[in-house]
């Protein structure tokens, strides 16, 4: 029968048992169900038969299928049945759109048979052949487009199973056939059971996986093309579907993804116990966890295992061409990552890539010898050491979680421009280098709580441009080569032995980590070497060495916040610079070249001398900005043998003495000395810059030379030179300051021109000058000066009248010379004739007291030289004004008027004197200053000296209502001290000390021999002449000095004390107490001036040194007594009875009585061992009112026994 046209239709079904042909360039509609017993032939290529009104077809004999389509109409659900034969005969495309269910046998012969409508196989057998293609297909989504086989459906042959679209599903376990079939898989495979694959599969595009696939053949995984611009296809494991590979898995390209694209939260793993190989070019995504146990060859591109995993003696062949990346699939760190165990191999010359997640070891570890990458967020753990024995680079943000040990090579380049990108050791991971770590970029640094350091006892390298840092405690034992850009060690860490070799273009910074100083700190041994002409930069914390120490010759910076340390001294021989706060707790030598460059705009930026640091330069220190200063304690000193140089503008300052022996040169700004400084010898150069000294200043030596300020009081003993040796300019040198120099001082003065400062020489001294030295002067580039031209070649505010200079090179030529001309503020060198006759003033006899009335003469001599073969007049005149800042007046001078005259020299005359008389007054004034000048000088005479100064001394002074000391002059003063306890000092005999009665207790201090005036209590003798001090009727103390003195208490009660010397003292009248002192003292008493009712007290005779000598009551000398002897000690204290019991018995080593005869002494001691002294005179029994009762203390020496003693043993 031929169908090639139009519609089959019946109202019942159609039963076909013989041949049927289906053919035509027509569609066909079969409108009713066709049950095939015999053969029906269908090639309608292009062309569809329809199934209407859901007709079927049900095929028991033979359906050859060569071309065409079977599918249904709109809205029509027939399906194929298939019980016979169903066979695929000729190339091409035949496709079956509506559900075939077979539980007969399908043939696929030749060209593609594309199942298309789902449907089932139960039983059913389908038969490929080489030629055949069989094509399982979904015709839109995946929602229930399946095609499912039960456990006794059959796939045979060599052909190929394409499964396109949908899903092939399995009736539980299922074992794909173990024939030669190539299974095409781009969509889904379910199954409740698990699915084996024993022979060939191959995966493309996006396929789905609902069962754990068993993989004994070979799977090929490769992806042809790419369901979306910019998308990856991908395998996905669903329903915790599982691959155990114990076959050949060749992964071309595509993902493996532990993602439900329709069904979440499936957890699927890859298990390879077999070969699993990555074969071209491009990247292949594991993102499963992958355990492997078997062999993985990473023969091409890049493998990224993606979702974590473990190898336990698993093997990774990494050929020179493949990547193995390990990668965390997560945001985080957290559980991702790939666990090695010991008997895991890596091999290969390929590369191993962490770029995500952590490489777990499960012990101590060699890592392989593939080139070995760490990407951002990645890591290593291991509870045991790892060791890189290879190539190893770390990139991006990487972690350590064991110590590693690399004896091959290590790459570092992390980029610190992400705040993030640090290789971080954790759980004190320690990295210990043999090999060499080429440190390119980044930072090393611990985490939190983490104690790892860095020890390399190999080589490390900076190799790039920009800024590695190492945050973790360095310790280097092998050589650090810093080779281009910066390394900055900021964890401190020691050097033992080790090596740092920093090239041209490279930087070695120490840095503290820290906020403060303490405990940051880079330590290194004398045997340490630091090589090269890059930079050593210490920029916080602290470079501590050993021991004695020589810095490198490299360029060393210290930085804010850093300094050195050492227990011995450091030198520096090369190039060192400071800037910022800096600290030195070492001396340090310097032999090379210093600069200082500090901010003084920052209080807290010096350089702080430690534990008294000292800074010897003998070299060049170049003090640019700053403070040097001492800490607190610190009393180091700077010992300048060197150049010590200030270069910029602005202040700087040096807070520690400072010793010169070398060169201070001021270029620019000013340099200030707050503490002491010595200048032995030495040179303090001004080439525009300023020096400023606190205290005065004493030029001990050497030389100050140069165009610029000093601000400080000078005391010189050598060279003032305003042209400095090495300037061809002529300069002004100022100070700021009193000028005093010694006879050994000299002053180099160099004319070239009219100009002060331009073309000749001059020095401003802004304070008062005493000279008394030599100023040498020399003409320059061939000047001559013209006659009558005048040099102020010094000027000062005020001249010490006791100046004097010695002039070298005042000679011209034969006709003309400099004549130095003095005047109140300046020295002027005039051209002049040499034969003109010279004038000077000098003072003569100009400070003295203006007395208390009439005149005092002042005088002064006019001196006449070079030529006094004629006459000359020259006028003179006293004058007030520039006289200083108390100048005397008119009423000062005798007739109320200012004195002038004319001197006048004779033919021959040499020398004139001027008197000025000035009067005296009793009111109290400062001492008052005046001029006398000459002017207007005939017969073409000179004037050298026109000025000379008088001072006028106040000799009143009057204290005040309160405690006053009043000091006068060397002259006769008048001195009143009012009320208070005042002291005076008296030096003249002409001294007049007032006091009112009961106006405080009073001292006079005087140099001479003095006798105190009414109401003044106290005398106190002064210096070492022998003086003479008297009393008042007051009761006074009178002390002598160390002279041999006379002291007189007269009337009063006084207490005399001698001091040093041989003195003699006589209390006179009233009860007094006398003290000798030191040396042999005299004691005086007047008969009736020390009786029984009132006795003096000797406080400290000594026996046998000291003397008594007597007065008689008239006060004339008498002699010693004709006896004396010692009475027995009295039983009494009851001074009378004691003397009764003397005069009734004077020797107590004679029994009987023995009465004191006339002009005759005993001595007595009473029972509280006091000691007397009874003297009776030539009147004989006791008179009370004559004879003497003195108490002697302090008695030192042998005191005498009782009986007689020998007179000149107590009397003179």
Do not use: C
Request: no cysteine; glycine share 12%; proline share 2%.
């Amino acid at each position: 029968m031929l169908w090639d046209n139009g519609i089959l239709s019946s109202v019942a079904s159609i039963n076909q048992i013989g041949s049927l042909s289906i053919l035509g360039a027509s569609h066909k509609y079969l409108y009713t169900s066709l049950i095939n017993s015999g053969t029906i032939s269908q090639n309608i290529s292009g062309y569809t038969l329809f199934l209407n009104q859901s007709a079927n077809i049900n095929n028991s004999g033979i359906y050859e299928f060569q071309a065409g389509e079977i599918r249904n109409a709109p809205n029509s659900v027939g399906v194929f049945n298939n019980s016979g034969t169903f066979r695929k005969t000729s190339s091409g495309l035949s496709i079956v759109s509506v559900p075939f269910y077979n539980t007969g046998t399908v043939n696929v012969e030749l060209g593609t048979l594309l199942l298309l409508g789902g449907g089932s196989s139960n039983g059913g057998i389908f038969n490929i052949s080489s030629g055949g293609t069989l094509e399982i297909k979904s015709s839109s989504s995946l929602t229930n487009n399946t095609y499912f086989l039960d456990s006794n459906a059959q796939i045979n042959g060599t052909g190929t199973l394409m499964i396109s679209g949908g899903f092939l599903e399995l009736a539980r376990d299922w074992a794909f056939p173990t024939t030669t079939i190539n299974i095409l898989w781009s969509a889904g495979i379910k199954s409740s059971g698990t699915v084996t694959n024993p022979g060939s599969l191959t995966i493309q595009n996006s396929a789905y996986l609902y069962a754990s696939l068993n993989n004994t053949g070979t799977i090929t995984h490769l992806i042809l093309r790419r369901s979306s611009p910019g998308t990856v296809s991908s395998l996905s494991l669903n329903q915790s579907a599982n691959i155990n590979n114990s076959g050949i898995y060749e992964f071309q390209s595509g993902e493996l993804d532990n993602e439900i694209r329709n069904a979440p939260n499936s957890v699927g793993v890859f298990n390879n116990s077999g070969t699993f190989r990555k074969t071209n070019a491009g990247t292949a995504i594991v993102s499963v966890p992958f355990y492997n146990t078997g062999t993985v060859n990473v023969e091409l591109g890049t493998l990224l295992l993606l979702g974590g995993g473990r190898s336990n003696g698993g093997i990774f062949n990494i050929s020179r061409f493949g990547t193995l990346e390990l990668k965390s699939a997560g945001a985080t760190l957290t559980n991702n990552t790939y666990l090695l165990d010991s008997n895991t191999q890596i091999n290969g010359t390929g590369t191993l890539m962490i770029s995500g997640g952590f490489l777990e070891l499960d012990s101590d570890w060699t890592l392989p010898t593939t080139t070995i990458n760490i990407l951002r967020n990645a890591g290593i753990k291991s509870p045991g050491t790892i060791t890189n024995a290879a190539g190893l680079t770390i990139q991006g943000n990487a972690y350590l979680y064991a110590s590693l040990n690399n004896t091959g090579t290590i790459v570092q380049n992390l980029v610190l421009s992400n705040p993030s990108d640090r290789l971080s050791l954790n759980q004190s991971a320690n990295i210990n280098n043999s090999g060499i770590y080429e440190f390119q970029a980044g930072e090393i640094r611990n985490q939190v709580d983490s104690i790892g350091v860095f020890n390399n006892s190999g080589t490390f390298r900076k190799t790039s441009s920009g800024l590695s840092i190492v945050s973790v405690p360095f310790y280097n034992t092998g050589t650090v080569n810093v080779e281009l850009g910066t390394l900055l060690l900021l964890g401190g860490g020691r050097s033992n032995g080790g090596i740092f070799n920093i090239s041209r273009f490279g930087t070695l910074e120490l840095k503290s980590a820290g906020a403060t100083l303490t405990n940051n700190t880079y330590l290194l041994d004398s045997n340490t070497q630091i090589n090269g002409t890059g930079t050593l930069m210490i920029s916080g914390g602290f470079l501590e060495l050993d021991s004695d120490w020589t810095l490198p010759t490299t360029t060393i910076n210290i930085l804010r916040n850093a300094g050195i340390k050492s227990p011995g001294t450091i030198t520096n021989a090369a190039g060192l610079t400071i800037q910022g706060n800096a600290y030195l707790y070492a001396s340090l030598n310097n032999t090379g070249t210093i600069v200082q460059n500090l901010v003084l705009s920052n209080p807290s930026d010096r350089l702080s001398l430690n534990q008294s640091a000292n800074i010897n330069n003998s070299g060049i220190y170049e003090f640019q900005a700053g403070e040097i200063r001492n800490q607190v304690d610190s009393i180091g000193v700077f010992n300048n043998s060197g150049t010590f140089r200030k270069t910029s503008s602005g202040l700087s300052i040096v807070s520690v003495p400072f010793y010169n022996t070398g060169t201070i040169e001021s270029v620019m700004g000013t340099v200030s000395f707050y503490n002491s400084y010595t200048h032995n010898n030495a040179n303090l150069i001004l080439k525009s810059g300023n020096v400023s000294f606190t205290n005065p200043l004493t030029i001990n030596g050497g030389n100050i030379e140069g165009n610029g300020n000093i601000n400080a009081t000078i005391t010189n003993s050598g060279l003032l030179n305003p042209r400095y040796v090495s300037n061809t300019e002529f300069g002004r040198l100022t100070i700021n300051g009193n000028y005093t120099e010694t006879n050994n001082a000299s002053i180099n003065i160099q004319l070239g021109g009219n100009t002060a400062a331009v073309n000749f020489d001059q020095i401003d001294i802004n304070g008062t000058a005493n000279f008394d030295g030599t100023l040498n002067v020399s003409l320059l580039n061939g000047f001559t000066p013209t006659l009558g031209s005048t040099f102020d070649v010094l000027t000062y505010d005020a001249l010490n009248s006791l100046s004097n200079l010695d002039f070298t090179g005042l000679d011209i030529n034969s006709t003309l010379q400099f004549l130095p001309q003095w005047s109140s503020n300046k020295l002027t060198l005039k051209v002049v004739d040499k034969s003109a006759p010279i004038l000077a003033i000098a003072p003569t006899n100009v400070v003295e007291s203006e007395s208390h009335s009439g005149t005092k003469p002042f005088t002064f001599t006019v001196t006449r030289s070079v030529n006094t073969t004629g006459t000359n007049n020259v006028n003179w005149a006293v004058t007030v004004t520039g006289s200083g800042s108390n100048p005397a007046n008119a009423t000062d001078f005798a007739g109320g008027l200012l004195p002038s005259g004319v001197v006048s020299f004779a033919a021959g005359e040499t020398s004139k004197v001027i008197t000025v008389n000035v009067q005296g007054d009793t009111t109290v004034e400062p001492n008052e200053t005046f001029r006398v000048t000459l002017s207007n000088p005939t017969n073409g005479a000179t004037i050298t000296t026109a000025t000379a100064i008088g001072t006028i001394q106040n000799d009143d002074f009057i204290g005040t209502s309160g405690p006053d000391t009043l000091a006068g002059t060397s002259g006769a003063d008048a001195m009143t001290g009012l009320a208070g306890n005042d002291t005076y000092t008296v030096n003249n005999a002409g001294d007049l000390v007032i006091e009112a009665l009961n106006q405080g207790t009073d001292t006079v201090q005087a140099a001479i021999s003095y006798t105190l005036p009414n109401n003044v209590e106290n005398l106190l003798l002064t210096g070492t002449g022998n003086l003479n001090g008297t009393g008042n009727a007051l009761n006074n103390q009178i002390t002598g000095n160390s002279g041999n003195n006379n002291l007189n208490g007269a009337a009063g009660t006084d207490t005399l004390i001698g001091g040093t010397g041989n003195d003699s003292l006589n209390g006179a009248a009233g009860i007094d107490t006398l003290t000798g002192g030191v040396g042999t003292d005299i004691f005086i008493f007047q008969f009736s001036q020390s009786t029984s009712a009132a006795l003096d007290r000797v406080t400290d005779f000594a026996i046998g040194d000291d003397k008594i000598d007597l007065l008689s009551q008239a006060g004339g000398a008498i002699n010693a007594p004709v006896a004396f002897t010692r009475a027995a000690n009295s039983t009494t204290t009851n001074i009378n009875t004691i003397v009764t019991n003397v005069f009734t018995d004077a020797n107590g080593a004679t029994a009987g009585n023995q009465a004191l005869g006339t002009n005759s002494a005993a001595l007595v001691r009473d029972n509280s061992s006091s000691t007397y002294l009874i003297i009776n005179d030539g009147t004989a029994g006791f008179q009370s009112a004559n004879d003497l009762v003195i108490n002697l203390t302090g008695l030192t020496g042998a005191f005498p026994a009782l009986g007689t003693i020998a007179v000149n043993s107590f009397f003179v």
